[in-house]
């Protein structure tokens, strides 16, 4: 273990435990010991990326998670992403951070992905890009299934943080290893994917306690809550995505 992850990992334990989070994990076995390996993780809150590497921490391994550019520019954050090893994407220039991301399989390393590439605002998975599967095929490595359920109620988008004593259940899935063959179409594998990965999800949504009253903001529509519909998050992200043009355009 590295000392500056591995003492990154000890103080948000202790932050976890602070917080009475309550983790259930199942599947962590399905983590390999040794070897590469992409980790595929669905993304409902901010904090996933932490959440998602309790599993590997049980087998006693770390993950390099893939992240947007600007949380390494953060004066705080920044320091620590790159200190972990973690890896930087350009949105814009996506290249350098899927070769990096590459060697890091061949070398035996466990990289996380986020296939939606952003939080979901629906609690429901987006439309999966095609890179998580697509390094996993080309490092000659397994894409291994993850899903999270809980997290959107410590911090998620459009919703205040609850991050003193939030003291909800956490539950992180862990999928079998699925191969990826070498000449398969990776549109395909990753519909394949996401179709596993959407099972997984409903079975961690339906075996969660109930959500009532105002906790119904984290719940589906599907399931009687009151989130957007995939719809209707589809829109809300077209006009965030028209205003974030315009003020780039202004200057």
């Known amino acids: 273990m590295e000392p500056l992850y591995s003492g990154v990992i000890n103080f948000a334990l202790g932050v976890f435990a602070a917080q009475g ?11 390999p010991r040794t070897g590469g390996a992409v980790i595929a993780m669905n993304h409902v809150g901010y904090f996933d990326f932490a959440y998602g590497g309790y599993p590997a921490h ?18 705080v954050m920044g320091p620590l992403m790159r200190g ?31 296939p939606e590439t952003t ?9 999966f890009k095609s890179g998580a599967v697509r390094m996993a095929q080309e490092a000659g490595v397994p894409v291994i299934p993850m899903i999270i359920w809980g997290s959107q109620r410590v911090w998620t988008k459009d919703h205040k943080k609850t991050l003193l004593r939030p003291k909800v259940p956490v539950t992180i899935t862990t999928g079998a290893p699925i191969d990826i063959p070498a000449g398969a179409d990776a549109d395909a594998e990753t519909a394949r994917l996401r179709t596993l990965m959407e099972g997984m999800l409903h079975e961690a ?5 109930p959500l009532t009253g105002d ?5 589906p529509a599907r399931l009687g809550g009151t989130a957007p519909t995939p719809e209707q998050a589809a829109e809300i992200e077209r006009a965030e995505a028209e205003r974030k043009a315009a003020r780039k355009a202004a200057g």
């Open 119 to 127: 939080i979901s605002r629906s609690f429901e998975l987006r439309d």
């Open 205 to 209: 949504q339906d075996s969660y306690e």
């Open 58 to 75: 049980d087998v006693g391994r770390i993950v390099r998670f893939m992240a947007k550019k600007e949380v390494f520019d953060h004066p």
């Open 84 to 114: 972990m090893k973690h890896i930087p994407v350009d949105r814009a220039a996506g290249a350098g951070a899927y070769q990096e991301a590459v060697a890091a399989l061949q070398r035996g390393e466990l990289i996380g992905v986020f």
């Open 215 to 219: 906790d119904r903001k984290y719940l």
């Open 21 to 31: 989070l309550k983790f259930e994990r199942t599947g962590s076995d399905n983590i």
